[in-house]
């Protein structure tokens, strides 16, 4: 049977700790019971250091999901299954930096499809000897056709 530990932020440790699973679970290492804590109380090189640990996990998590299985009945019978621990890492904030990191990217990716269709408005009509829409003088294929491919 696998045993679970939780990777939360004690207030008594100063530091991101195993606890025991449930609402009664307490740090570990000093009993301490933390319902809940602000991030920005916790100093960013331990808020950096747990978010890499979530993100490992996640990343190991995929890697032994997509390994190639050798003898699943000797792994569902192995002797030492009953003794593995099973560490569930908080986000520490992360999943919060990806939304806000997509969100600029969705904004990012808009602003540039509009700048697209301006721009094929414009000169997606005009032919490769035609004077350019942009008002220079010059020929269309000498001015924004490359632009525009």
Known sequence: MKIHRYRFWCTECKDFTLHLPGDEGGCITCGTVTKTYKLSDVPDEKIQKQQRRYRDSQMNGWLSFMKPRKNILEELFNEDWENDIEVHECDAGWEKILEERNKIRQEERRILQEKKDDFNARFAHLGRNDKCG?????????CHLKEFQ
């Open 134 to 142: 942009c008002g220079s003088g010059l020929k269309y294929k000498n």
